[in-house]
Structure formats: structure tokens, C-alpha cells
Antibody, heavy 121, light 107 residues
Framework: EVQLVQSGAEVKKPGESLKVSCTGS????????IAWVRQMPGKGLEWLGR????????RYSPSSQGQVTISADRSISTTYLQWSSLKASDTAMYYC??????????????WGQGTLVTVSS | EIVLTQSPGTLFLSPGERATLSCRAS???????LAWYQQKPGQAPRLLIY???DRATGIPDRFSGSGSGTDFTLTISRLEPEDFAVYYC????????FGQGTKVEIK
């Protein structure tokens, strides 16, 4: 069974750094793209970017480029989403999601449970 | 970057009725790389339709997708109580993105 398990909820202050994780199991971790999707409170889904753990090829959306960093550690089947300096506007639920096929052009078939990030002074 | 516009924003319907949701793209979606997702409160989204018209595994046949190019439609033939939710379209080509969502509410 494919599973994506995300790290727990975080409460941070503006300016702090943060790294949230997503651990995959039940499939070949290095063979499928993992995406990160943001959902601000009461709002829709926003695509942040994706990474191919096999070679760490990473693609960001135009709006997320330079705002977040996506990375992966193949040795522990885990991908990461990190911020160097959080803003209040980063408050959101963040989902990791595995694409459906080995290539890049596939919909999301599997979702993590989400990590709620709250940034408040 | 392709912008997806969904309409209507909210659809008020009764169980048993037919729901028709629209997703319009600002430019042609290559190879019909268009998907639909359902999201219920407190849950992650669920894939319903991919490649514009193919149902994902386990999705009931009351859900159907159609369209090509810039105009796509999700149809729910007869609404069940569990279908009241928010629906998103997504294009998953070279620079993926989502529409803003359509909420299907009980009338």
C-alpha cells in the first residue's frame, strides 16, 4: 500500500526557519515525482513544486521560486519542504503528493495527510 | 503559465440532481492533461478523473469528465449525499496548476 506520512503541525514565529517532511512507503521511492501543494485557510489548492527523488531534479512554480526549497533524502525515502524565513502569509496546510506515473506528466494519485503550519507572533 | 477558471463558484443542488462543473483554460491544455479532484472538509483531495475523461480507480461511474483544448466539464449524473464537496480541476503539463474550485452545496 502506498503511503505518504507527513511530519506534525508546527507553530512558528515570523522570521524563523522550518523544514517539514514527507516519508513515502509501499512503492519505489526513487521512481516517482513528489509534489508539494499549499492550501491557505479557507482557500484553494496551490502547486508549489515537485522533485524527482531519483536524481533530485526539482521544478518550482513561478510563484514559489525563491520562497521555499524542496529537497529529498533517498536513503530514508523522505522529501522536504523548507523555509529560511517564515512570514505570516505562509500559514497554511501543506500536502505532499505522489504523481501517478514514472514520468513528469501525471496527476496526483496519492496524498499525504497534510502538515498545518501556523506562523504568528 | 496556464490559468484555469472554474465556474460556477458555488452550485446549490439537491441529492439526485445532476451537477455540471466547468473548467476553462487560458490556453490549450496539451494532450488533455486535465484532472479533477474532490475535497471534503478536513481531508486531502481525492483524484476523480485524469486525462480529461478517464475515471481513477474506484471512482463511481456517476462521475464523468469531458472536453478538450480549453474547455472541460465534470458531470455528476445523480448527486449522492457524500458528493457535496469542493471540486478542483488541475492541468498537469509542464507547469501544473489548479483552478480555484467549485463548491457543491445542498440546496
Amino acid at each position: 500500500e502506498v503511503q505518504l506520512v507527513q511530519s506534525g503541525a508546527e507553530v512558528k514565529k515570523p522570521g524563523e526557519s522550518l523544514k517539514v517532511s514527507c516519508t513515502g512507503s509501499g512503492y519505489s521511492f526513487t521512481s516517482y515525482w513528489i509534489a508539494w501543494v499549499r492550501q491557505m485557510p479557507g482557500k484553494g489548492l496551490e502547486w508549489l513544486g515537485r522533485i524527482y527523488p531519483g536524481d533530485s531534479d526539482t521544478r518550482y512554480s513561478p510563484s514559489s521560486q525563491g520562497q521555499v526549497t524542496i529537497s529529498a533524502d533517498r536513503s530514508i525515502s523522505t522529501t522536504y519542504l523548507q523555509w529560511s524565513s517564515l512570514k505570516a502569509s505562509d500559514t497554511a496546510m501543506y500536502y505532499c503528493a505522489r504523481l501517478g506515473g514514472a514520468g513528469g506528466y501525471h496527476p496526483v494519485y496519492y496524498w499525504g495527510q497534510g502538515t498545518l503550519v501556523t506562523v504568528s507572533s | 503559465e496556464i490559468v484555469l477558471t472554474q465556474s460556477p463558484g458555488t452550485l446549490f443542488l439537491s441529492p439526485g440532481e445532476r451537477a455540471t462543473l466547468s473548467c476553462r483554460a487560458s490556453q490549450s491544455v496539451s494532450s488533455n492533461y486535465l484532472a479533477w479532484y474532490q475535497q471534503k472538509p478536513g481531508q486531502a483531495p481525492r483524484l476523480l478523473i485524469y486525462a480529461a475523461s478517464d475515471r481513477a480507480t474506484g471512482i463511481p461511474d456517476r462521475f464523468s469528465g469531458s472536453g478538450s483544448g480549453t474547455d472541460f466539464t465534470l458531470t455528476i449524473s445523480r448527486l449522492e449525499p457524500e458528493d457535496f464537496a469542493v471540486y478542483y480541476c488541475q492541468q498537469y503539463g509542464s507547469s501544473p496548476g489548479f483552478g480555484q474550485g467549485t463548491k457543491v452545496e445542498i440546496k
